[in-house]
């Protein structure tokens, strides 16, 4: 790591005062449907659809993954996941590995040149046996954060009530219905039932759910660590509990965000802070303030929580005096869980959704606001990625591009500065993107290419939804294999992809032809397979608020060994 952040670090810090702070917000398992300003009737999201009046919002902006882990890969390094090995599939618990320490984050190459770093939020991109893949390593000065997602494995609380610590969460569902959670918390915790937790229940929740609530039947049990809560620098990291308390992780979560960017706005030196929510990822939880106040059920819950935290974040920015000085980036690591249903997102008028190549899957709400540099109020149609951050980043800050690797991401500067949102003809922006499915493990798996309005599907497959989805294709059961006869979209005519067009038709020879140039183009890139890292594992490697848990070299007792709290 040392050796990356010395190669960026030849600009200097003397241009670093006059360089924009950076805020990246992202969101999880989120449509891209599911805001108020793309169109959701019933979600409560004031903030965010102020940011989109601010600033510029992207009609066609894709994640590098339709899951969490190379999502954020992609994210963070302006790179392809399986460059970096962040693949097939997401770290859990007993990942031994995570992101190498020869990758460059955004959060590297602006502490190189006098950043102020700091993450808050789900990680999920590796912890390791000595905590040495935490955020911590790879540019950021400090962190307080859950390292993956907070059904890994599923919590026993997610509700505020006055009358207890808390209730417990919604079941799973088909074809995961064990991905849940207790909903008496579960055998070996303290969770004690009161009247008014029984009183909410009856008023949320199904009557299955509710039968299993009042006889005590645990729905699932895991031999899994609780969830972590970190918080520290390099110097002094610490879980600080475990269990995470979700009914008040909102409110941990924004206090460290907002008084980072008061203590940075403070200082000589510009800031960068990256918030990765824990909503809208399954299982739902509100705390205090958001239990049962919105239409859209406790989904909408959720949701309004993150547009309040990225609103107190916002209005320290702007108390701060820092808002005109500062790059707003907002979006989500891939499409919504269909397979939670009315407790899942909502991919709008797209196909399918997580964990697949259809657009719902990868196509993902965008903002970013910069005042006087970014126009407000525009749509912007261009093709773009959340792997371009990187780019457009690095080309803002005048920092250069790492020259010993194959960046995927591309400046988007010639449109997000456009007063209409386009990019001048030849400008160098992107107008193709990849689409590599979840379970990525060669060449094969390029699923789908998309080039300007047209993207053809090699192969599709359905994801993270029950094998009754009313939509076929987006079952998890579904796969077409490789298609003996691609299928071939128009995207403007046709967002949902349902109306197939021949793509043996002359007509379309030159989009074809272009489609699979790219495609060949893309396959002999430099370095698109490094080693996988998700693929490796030791129970032993779970994080534990007690090291003295890990003196007997024995995974089976962690469960029980690892708490800081009762419940």
């Known amino acids: 790591m040392k050796s990356t952040m010395m190669l960026l670090a030849g600009v200097g810090t003397a241009l670093a005062a006059e360089r924009?702070?950076?805020?990246?917000?992202?969101?999880?398992?989120?449509?891209?449907?599911?805001?108020?300003?793309?169109?959701?009737?019933?979600?409560?999201?004031?903030?965010?659809?102020?940011?989109?009046?601010?600033?510029?919002?992207?009609?066609?902006?894709?994640?590098?993954?339709?899951?969490?882990?190379?999502?954020r890969a992609g994210l963070l390094t302006g790179r392809y996941q399986m460059r970096s090995g962040v693949y097939p599939g997401v770290f859990g618990p007993t990942s031994s590995s995570g992101l190498p320490?020869?990758?460059?984050?955004?959060?590297?190459?602006?502490?190189?040149?006098?950043?102020?770093?700091?993450?808050?939020?789900?990680?999920?991109?590796?912890?390791?046996?000595?905590?040495?893949?935490?955020?911590?390593?790879q540019g950021f000065d400090s962190w307080m954060g859950v390292p993956y997602s907070h059904d890994m494995p599923d919590p026993n609380l997610c509700f505020y009530?006055?009358?207890?610590?808390?209730?417990?969460?919604?079941?799973?569902?088909?074809?995961?219905?064990?991905?849940?959670?207790?909903?008496t918390g579960a055998t070996d915790t303290e969770f004690e039932a009161t009247e008014v937790d029984k009183e909410l229940v009856k008023q949320l929740y199904t009557d299955e759910y509710r039968r299993g609530f009042e006889s005590g039947e645990p729905q699932a049990t895991g031999g899994e660590v609780q969830i972590p809560l970190f918080n520290g620098t390099a110097s002094n990291m610490q879980i600080i509990q475990q269990p995470?308390?979700?009914?008040?992780?909102?409110?941990?979560?924004?206090?460290?965000?907002?008084?980072?960017?008061?203590?940075?706005?403070?200082?000589?030196?510009?800031f960068m802070l990256y918030y990765a929510f824990q909503h809208t990822h399954h299982p739902d939880y509100a705390g205090k303030m958001f239990m049962n106040t919105t239409d859209r059920g406790m989904f909408?819950?959720?949701?309004?929580?993150?547009?309040?935290?990225?609103?107190?974040?916002?209005?320290?920015?702007?108390?701060?005096?820092?808002?005109?000085?500062?790059?707003v980036f907002f979006s989500a690591?891939?499409?919504?869980?269909?397979?939670?249903?009315?407790?899942?997102?909502?991919?709008?008028?797209?196909?399918?959704?997580?964990?697949?190549?259809?657009?719902?899957?990868?196509?993902?709400?965008?903002?970013?606001?910069?005042?006087?540099?970014?126009?407000?109020?525009?749509?912007?149609?261009e093709v773009a990625s959340t792997m371009d951050m990187f780019a457009t980043i690095m080309k803002i800050t005048d920092i250069p591009l790492p020259a010993n690797r194959y960046i995927d991401s591309v400046d988007m500067s010639p449109f997000i500065f456009s007063p209409d949102g386009k990019a001048a003809p030849d400008s160098g922006v992107r107008d193709y993107y990849f689409y590599w499915d979840e379970g990525v493990t060669s060449n094969k798996n390029l699923n789908a290419v998309r080039w300007r309005e047209w993207k053809v599907h090699f192969s599709t497959r359905g994801s993270h939804c029950p094998n009754d989805y009313f939509v076929p294709t987006c079952r998890g059961n579904y796969s077409s294999g490789i298609l003996e006869t691609p299928l071939l979209f128009n995207l403007h005519h046709d967002a949902g992809e349902q109306v197939p067009l021949n793509y043996n038709d002359p007509t379309f020879k030159y989009v074809v032809e272009k489609v699979n140039e790219l495609r060949?183009?893309?396959?002999?890139?430099?370095?698109?397979?490094?080693?996988?890292?998700?693929?490796?594992?030791?129970?032993?490697?779970?994080?534990?608020?007690?090291?003295?848990?890990?003196?007997?070299?024995?995974?089976?007792?962690?469960?029980?060994?690892?708490?800081?709290?009762?419940?």
């Open 333 to 381: 690591d891939n499409g919504p869980s269909l397979m939670r249903l009315q407790r899942g997102g909502n991919a709008g008028l797209l196909r399918c959704g997580k964990g697949t190549t259809w657009e719902g899957g990868q196509r993902v709400p965008g903002l970013i606001k910069w005042p006087g540099h970014i126009p407000a109020g525009v749509l912007t149609r």
């Open 300 to 327: 909408g819950d959720a949701i309004k929580a993150l547009d309040w935290s990225l609103g107190e974040v916002l209005s320290a920015v702007k108390e701060e005096g820092k808002e005109n000085n500062t790059i």
């Open 244 to 270: 995470a308390n979700l009914t008040t992780l909102d409110d941990l979560y924004t206090d460290a965000a907002v008084n980072f960017v008061r203590q940075a706005s403070r200082s000589e030196k510009p």
């Open 520 to 567: 060949a183009n893309h396959l002999a890139t430099q370095g698109l397979f490094g080693p996988s890292q998700i693929k490796k594992y030791n129970p032993m490697s779970q994080s534990c608020c007690k090291p003295s848990c890990k003196s007997q070299n024995d995974s089976s007792i962690l469960p029980s060994c690892c708490r800081t709290n009762p419940y």
């Open 161 to 183: 009530s006055p009358g207890s610590p808390g209730i417990p969460c919604f079941p799973g569902t088909s074809p995961e219905p064990m991905h849940t959670t207790c909903p």
């Open 101 to 137: 320490h020869n990758e460059t984050t955004i959060a590297a190459a602006l502490k190189a040149n006098g950043y102020n770093t700091a993450m808050v939020g789900k990680w999920h991109l590796g912890v390791g046996m000595d905590w040495e893949y935490l955020p911590t390593t």
């Open 20 to 71: 924009p702070n950076v805020i990246i917000f992202y969101a999880d398992d989120m449509g891209y449907g599911d805001l108020g300003c793309y169109g959701h009737p019933m979600s409560d999201t004031p903030n965010l659809d102020q940011l989109a009046k601010d600033g510029m919002r992207f009609a066609n902006i894709y994640t590098s993954s339709p899951v969490c882990s190379p999502s």
